[in-house]
């Protein structure tokens, strides 16, 4: 069975500071996609980042990079120089390659500080 | 990238009554899913929709309780019926354009009282 872990349920970061949020995954798919979410107070959910199991560089996109370590299974979303505005619930998610049914974790509830 | 855009963004309704809630994407799709989040819960799905075909439901929920439609390849409905105070949630479109892209609408948030 598929499942994400997200041990952390709440974060504290110093603005301009850099942020890791943790992420593990089991999954007996051998072509996977993994994505990092972001959700605001509002509720919309925002994409941020996205790593096949096959690609061989992390992924990044602005200041989100993902750290994909795939014998662990770890797939943790790194934000560099965080900004008051990143202050929101964070949600990793997996996909099998083609499946297209995506499952989610808990959730990490990062809170940026001036 | 895909611009979904759903109505109502909130709702507040009576127990016992049945909401309609409406997807709209601006571009063809195969599949639309429709997620609920309960509160401060993460997104579980409830059924996939397909063009043409009945929904396809997760374990856990029945057509019966959420109906959806889906008359063409931009569009789909859910409908939470019979409605009770558990079913106070955000409700959440989404379409997958390819493997490594799938966008959510803004969110359908309901409280039943």
């Known amino acids: 069975a598929q499942k994400i872990t997200q041990t952390q349920p709440g974060m504290f970061v110093q603005e301009k500071e850099a942020v890791t949020l943790d992420c593990t995954y089991d999954?007996?798919?051998?072509?996977?996609?993994l994505f990092w979410y972001k959700q605001p107070s509002s509720g919309e959910m925002i994409f941020l980042i996205y790593?096949?199991?096959?690609?061989?560089q992390n992924a990044t996109e602005g200041r989100y990079s993902l750290n994909f370590q795939k014998a662990r299974k770890s797939a943790n979303l790194v934000i560099s120089a965080s900004q008051l505005g990143d202050s929101a619930m964070y949600f990793c998610?997996?996909?099998?390659?083609?499946?297209?049914?995506?499952?989610f974790g808990a959730g990490t509830r990062l809170f940026v500080k001036a | 990238s895909a611009v979904i855009s759903q109505k109502p963004s909130r709702d507040i309704c009576q127990r016992g009554t049945s909401l309609t809630i409406q997807c709209q994407v601006d571009?063809?799709?195969?599949?639309m899913f429709w997620y609920r989040q309960q509160p401060g819960q993460s997104l579980t799905l409830i059924a996939t929709a397909n063009q043409g075909s009945e929904a396809t439901y997760e374990s856990g929920f029945v057509i019966d309780k959420f109906p959806i439609s889906r008359p063409n390849l931009t569009f789909s409905t859910l409908t939470v019926s019979n409605m009770s105070p558990e079913d106070s949630s955000i409700y959440l479109c989404?379409?997958?354009?390819?493997?490594?892209?799938?966008?959510f609408g803004p969110g359908t948030r309901l409280t039943v009282l």
């Open positions: 989404s379409t997958q354009l390819s493997t490594d892209t799938q966008y």
């Open positions: 571009s063809q799709v195969t599949m």
């Open positions: 999954t007996s798919d051998q072509s996977y996609g």
């Open positions: 998610a997996m996909s099998p390659t083609g499946g297209f049914k995506t499952i």
């Open positions: 790593q096949g199991s096959y690609d061989e």
